[in-house]
């Protein structure tokens, strides 16, 4: 079969989290391991994304440079996979602006993301427009600039959360719609394919009603990538269960405790029922003490790596540069198709 064009977007939102690893960048390793040679992997670090909320110049900097390092901490390798900053590619933002002038405003209201963006913004008001006058523009394309992130490349696939499976239809009807609109000899994008990623979502160690969030005032509710193994044990030894006796996977009747059980079957990649299983009679204190053990297992190999790479600025430098010319050299090729098509 041809090779897929697998693309995939993170925001520079500094260390990760437990969840952010194991609901996110973990697939991006295993798709990496799991590719056919002709498959072409590309791994973006979403500046111009994170601009649509209020950012420090100083720590947007930082978070940029921890979350490479992070991705080569884990396993991304940039000799395998194009690994770069979208803000390094400019071809992103033109093609977005593109695609803007095609995309019908109703679809981007439609999408459940600024809907709710103007949900959070409501005041006394019932009228939309003074409440979308309290939000950037910015957030209202958001959509769009990912549909131009997939489309410059061509991708294929696009492994994301559920909660993305909307933007990337938003994607294929834009693409779809320039297809339509600028025939040429053949469509000009493929369709993209939505590949929803199987993810595991962590709760929050404190409130396990609700995830595992950077947003979360309380520290104690979630483990960095860069926590040492006494942060790791008071953490869990802290986290909320219940006090029914005996261990039992019941994530509606039991959050906590079920979730401590994901997180274990998680780091040690085995089956959370059969994980369930073997702690049925075991009392709390024993699945938190092997949760801790397990977590400070699965994090001591990416944690070192991480704090040894972070200050290799002059490496950090050379990977992100090489990415942004291997990413332009793709994209390159799709923006001349597009202006020519255009007329531009
Ligand atoms: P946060 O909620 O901490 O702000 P983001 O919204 O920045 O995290 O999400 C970044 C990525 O990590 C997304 O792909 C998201 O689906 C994933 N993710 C975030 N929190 C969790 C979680 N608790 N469990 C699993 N995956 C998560
Ligand atoms: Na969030």
């Given at each position: 079969r041809p090779g897929r064009v697998i693309l995939s977007g993170i925001q520079p939102t500094g260390i990760p989290h437990l969840g952010n690893y194991l609901g996110a960048l973990s697939n991006w390793v295993k798709l990496q391991k799991s590719a056919e040679p002709e498959d072409k992997l590309l791994f973006s670090i979403v500046g111009w994304h994170a601009l649509t909320l209020p950012q420090d110049p100083a720590s947007l900097l930082a978070a940029r440079?921890?979350?490479?390092?992070?991705l080569l901490a884990i396993g991304?390798?940039?000799?395998?996979?194009?690994?770069?900053?979208?803000?390094?590619n400019p071809h992103h933002t033109e093609l977005s602006w593109i695609l803007s002038c095609i995309a019908p405003m109703g679809k981007l209201r439609r999408?459940?993301?600024?809907?709710?963006?103007?949900?959070?913004?409501?005041?006394?008001?019932?009228?939309d427009e003074v409440d979308e006058s309290m939000l950037n523009a910015g957030l209202f394309m958001?959509?769009?600039?990912?549909?131009?992130?997939?489309?410059?490349?061509k991708a294929t696939h696009v492994p994301v959360g559920d909660d993305q499976q909307q933007h990337i239809e938003l994607t294929r009807d834009l693409a779809d719609i320039f297809n339509r609109t600028f025939k040429g000899t053949s469509p000009l994008f493929p369709l993209p394919t939505y590949v929803n990623t199987p993810s595991k979502r962590i709760l929050s160690l404190k409130d396990p009603t609700s995830k595992m969030s950077k947003s979360s005032p309380d520290v104690q509710s979630r483990i960095l990538l860069t926590d040492i193994a006494s942060q790791i044990q008071s953490k869990i030894r802290a986290a909320v269960t219940d006090s029914i006796q005996g261990i039992t996977y019941d994530p509606q009747g039991r959050p906590g405790t079920s979730n401590l059980l994901t997180i274990l079957a998680a780091c040690t990649d085995s089956d959370v029922t059969q994980v369930a299983k073997a702690y049925e009679s075991q009392g709390h204190g024993t699945l938190k003490r092997d949760v801790a053990e397990a977590v400070e297992e699965f994090l001591k190999g990416p944690r070192a790596q991480f704090n040894r790479i972070r200050h290799e600025t002059t490496y950090l430098e050379e990977v992100a540069r090489r990415?942004?010319?291997?990413?332009?050299?793709?994209?390159?090729?799709?923006?001349m198709e597009v202006k020519t098509r255009l007329g531009l």
């Open positions: 440079n921890d979350m490479l390092a992070v991304i390798d940039p000799n395998r996979s194009i690994l770069f900053h979208q803000d390094h999408m459940t993301t600024w809907k709710s963006r103007l949900a959070a913004a409501r005041n006394s008001s019932s009228e958001y959509p769009v600039l990912q549909a131009a992130d997939v489309l410059v490349y990415g942004a010319i291997r990413a332009i050299e793709h994209s390159e090729v799709t923006m």
